[in-house]
């Protein structure tokens, strides 16, 4: 039976992989992912799962345990944050180049320095050219949700590619809310049974893994690589749409939220979408056509239909919450290039905000769509890139 | 009535303060409201100010951010009392629940606050007699529900409670908590 139940972010984010029940789970814990862990490594030690659990060194180790037992044909998972995926950086490469279909859970955390445990999103973005499939999440439930259909969509024959299911530090990781949880059997139903294309331990049917790849090849596996990112699209739309017809809860590439006629729209990712829908909300009651546009899928980049989506829009504000020093928003810079070739494109700026879980309040979202009703009634975008809710600002 | 009530808490850490908001929203979901608790998570340190939140409402809670005007506050620590983050945003309608041993109208004073209603509670006495240490958390969420039976009544929140401890705590220590609710909603005073 599915229930309704108050669970942490991080809980649902473990309860989720329990119903998966993955072959093997290599963690190494860090804040504050700790308790995706945590709480698994119990249901281990219960007799919940199957799964074989090693406790490894460091992430570094974590995310090379997961390569190995996805080769040899195993459903592999695993859970960090901030600095734990960056000491996986290495490991990550070689994960989506070997075409494993390995499943993370990231808790968006700040990167040190100064150290900070809190929300922002430099440790997912900072990997956005990993050739990891990267499906981030408002609550609680949709982090659960995302999780359960990440092996699915990882896993499709055109795809191989491993994904990771983002969520914010804290601000849902560590948030009780209210969430649907699903029947173990259906979910395991869902999930199917994983195939691997190739086995290391199918002997049978051997096969070489971990080649030099010099002039002659390398870039025509680099290309694999980006098509099979581009089959990611239709992978998670279908099961996407197989979720909705199981579980009823609807999730596209993104989020189009009141956007069909909205002439004012923010875009953003994770839990900063609830509030921005709040706003959006009040200021639909009193007649004013704003929206929101909240990014799923953000590896692939849906260009196209996003673009489609911000046809009645006229100015667009883009809110990043990582930064590229010397650069826009990482956000921004591809809703720019999403709009360059629509006609009658809207105007577009970026706004820094969050990091380091800084907070962003409805009020401070009533006001960018006060300033961007500004720039509308003047024709012009003052300030293309501005932080919000800073010092010395 | 407003979309969303909320409550704020306000303790030390080690003192069971995030425990306590998480408990109340768990028990709260067994009313079939929509619930969220975080806390404010700073250093993690033992004896340092923190505060905790719960918001309840009818629908589906989309907003994450501290409450900033709370329908109920809960000081968990005596020694915050006389603090002035304890007001920050209350209204004329705000409800104080406080562990106090000292008296309903000298908290008042202490507090400084006027029209706003009181409960104080001696929720460290009750936690010294039953755990023979300071858990204050179980006591106050007794007189949250003396305070605030509309959102959750005692028979419910000792309902709930006892699904609740029983996950992490054993059948003891779970009958010592729901004495402690008990003792909370008996002796929490109003003024």
Known sequence: MSKILAITGAGAMSQAMRQINPDVVPAFPITPSTQVVEDFSQFVADGLVDTEFITVESEHSAMSACIGASIAGGRVMTATSSAGMALMWEMLYV????????VLTLINRAMSAPINIHADHSDSMGARDAGWIQLYSESNQEAYDNLIMA??????????LPIMICLDGFIISHCVQTMQM??????REFIGE???????????????????????????HKRAQHMAMQNAKESIKLVSEEFYQ???RKYELFESYCLDDAERVIIAINSIAGEIKEVVDDLRNKGEKVGLLKIRSFRPFPYEEIAESLKSAKIVTVLDRSESMGAYGPLFTEIRTALFDVPDRPMVYNRM???????????????IFEESNRYLENGKVEKVFDYLNVRGG | MRKFFEVRWHGRGGQGTVTGAKS??????????????????????RGAPLRAFNRFADEMIRIHTPVQNPDVVIVVDPTLIGSPDLLEGITPDTIFIVNTEKSAENTKQSLSINSQKLYTVPANKISFQLFNKEIPNSALMGTFAKACGNIISIDKLLEESEQIFAK???????????????????SGEEI
Do not use: H
């Not at chain 1, 994960?95 to 390995?102: D, I, L, N």
């Not at chain 1, 879980?357 to 409805?362: A, K, S």
């Open chain 2, 168 to 186: 992490n705590l054993g059948s003891e220590l779970v009958d010592r908590n729901l004495e402690a609710i008990k003792k909370g909603y008996e």
């Open chain 2, 24 to 45: 109340l929203s768990e028990a709260v979901q067994g009313t079939g409201k929509y619930v969220a608790a975080f806390p404010e998570y700073g250093p993690e340190r």
């Open chain 1, 246 to 248: 199981c579980f009823g």
């Open chain 1, 151 to 160: 092996p699915r969509i990882a896993e499709a024959s055109d795809v191989r």
């Open chain 1, 194 to 220: 994983f195939k691997p294309a190739y086995s290391l331990l199918d002997t049978e049917n051997p096969v070489s893994w971990g080649a030099l790849d010099l002039q002659d090849y390398y870039i025509e």
């Open chain 1, 353 to 367: 905000f969050g990091l380091g879980g800084r907070e962003l309040f409805m009020s401070d979202i009533q006001n």
């Open chain 1, 182 to 187: 699903e029947d173990d059997d259906k979910v």
């Open chain 1, 95 to 102: 994960a989506s180049s070997m075409r494993q279909p390995v």
